[in-house]
């Protein structure tokens, strides 16, 4: 056991027998008495905390549980601490053993049972705590925390439906926002329509999503998609020309479908107005390498390489480097000369090392790295956080 966690012990311990002892002071002889049974016991308690005797500890920590309510708040943190340190049995019983006792009052039953839904989440019991949550929000206690973790057990089983009716009622108990992991939810329910090819069941559900918030990008993207698919190119593209406005940060994601967009319904000479605007605010460097993409078809590899080279002097980018590069090396490759094929080549392969392996996409709240987007951050389970990186070796 660490030292802090023991002083929280200690702290706790502190707590309760100061109130116990102030308590006893204003009551009568027997409670002297029962005060003095309560502080040898939890004494015992602490000194086998201390020795590292947790099994025993918790034996005697139980049984104050079970027959004392006096020691009700302590005992609750108590549990709570060994659910924060990984040991979730020994918190699981201490919490049952508060709930096992004759006559506790009903609002210390239920933040019992609060704490036990919380142990049984932490244990990856779902079923056993949504049960316990559902039976708070019942009998209307503790309403935002239980709606609050019943939406993280739908979300956790991908109930979006269940997840969407939780997280609205918390929204309207708590007054806390919850747009972002609702519009997520809608979305997740048409991505599940949209792989059975249910276009209107996809599209009602992002209907939903916007409708919930308008600035929600994923949907957009996700409309825009369905809009390809179904060769509708014009209106594929006002979509992802939304998605930019709603949120820049994801362009890297579909900025080379919105380009295909524009070549095969025609429109490359607004492509390259667009990308060339867009390219004077943008902080990244995916504008810059779509445009040169474009440019080498039009107008060759050497006009697309002058173009990148001008780019690079403004802005320095190990992926810009490598399209200039591999646009020497299309240019050139007739007549560059065995050794500075060799260069080029060598410089290619130095680079290409330099981003293999590079996350390209970090967690805003938490700094999860990953290379895959993804919707939800797999480490904090926040929604719409995970974006590309800004800087030399990345966006
Ligand atoms: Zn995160």
Redesign the pocket.
């Known amino acids: 056991m660490n030292f802090s966690l023991i002083w929280v012990f200690l702290a706790l311990l502190v707590g309760v027998l100061l109130g116990v002892y102030l308590a006893t002071l204003l009551r009568t002889r027997n409670n002297q008495q029962k005060f003095e049974q309560l502080n040898h016991r939890y004494f015992k308690g602490l000194n086998y905390l201390l020795n590292d005797e947790s099994d025993k500890a918790i034996d005697v920590f139980i049984q104050l549980a079970e027959t004392s309510q006096e020691t009700f708040e302590p005992q609750l943190a108590l549990g709570n601490l060994y659910r924060r340190k990984g040991e979730v049995d020994r918190a699981i019983k201490l919490h049952q053993a508060l709930i096992s006792q004759p006559n506790l009052p009903e609002k210390y039953r239920t933040r019992a049972l609060l704490a036990i839904g919380k142990d049984y989440m932490s244990a990856g019991l779902l079923d056993r705590a949504e049960v316990l949550f559902s039976e708070l929000v019942e009998i209307e206690a503790h309403t935002p925390e239980a709606l609050y973790a019943l939406t993280d057990i739908y979300q956790q089983e991908q109930d979006w439906q269940e997840a969407i009716r939780s997280a609205k009622r918390f929204q309207n108990v708590s007054k806390r926002q919850m747009h972002v992991p609702i519009s997520h939810y809608y979305c997740e329910l048409a991505d599940l329509a949209w792989a059975q090819e249910d276009a209107v069941g996809a599209e009602n559900n992002l209907a939903s999503a916007l409708h919930i918030d308008p600035r929600c990008a994923r949907a957009l993207i996700t409309q825009a998609e369905i809009k390809v698919s179904q060769n509708k190119l014009d209106k594929a593209l006002s979509l992802y020309h939304l998605a930019v406005e709603a949120d820049k940060d994801y362009l890297p994601l579909f900025i080379d479908d919105m380009a295909t967009c524009y070549v095969q319904s025609g429109q490359g000479e607004d492509l390259e107005a667009w990308l060339l605007e867009l390219i004077k605010s943008y902080h990244g460097v995916s504008p810059i390498l779509t445009l040169a993409n474009w440019y080498e078809q039009q107008k060759g590899a050497a006009f697309a390489a002058d173009f990148v080279e001008e780019q690079l002097q403004k802005r320095a980018s190990v992926r810009g480097l490598n399209a200039l590069l591999e646009l020497n090396l299309n240019k050139d490759k007739a007549n560059l000369k065995d050794s500075n094929l060799g260069y080029f080549e060598v410089l290619k392969s130095l680079v290409n090392q330099l981003l293999k392996g590079k996350s390209k996409l970090r967690?805003?709240?938490?700094?999860?790295g990953a290379k895959q987007k993804h919707w939800q951050?797999?480490?904090?389970?926040?929604w719409g956080?995970?974006k590309p990186i800004y800087g030399l070796e990345s966006e």
């Open positions: 967690c805003r709240k938490c700094g999860f951050c797999p480490s904090c389970k926040n956080v995970v």
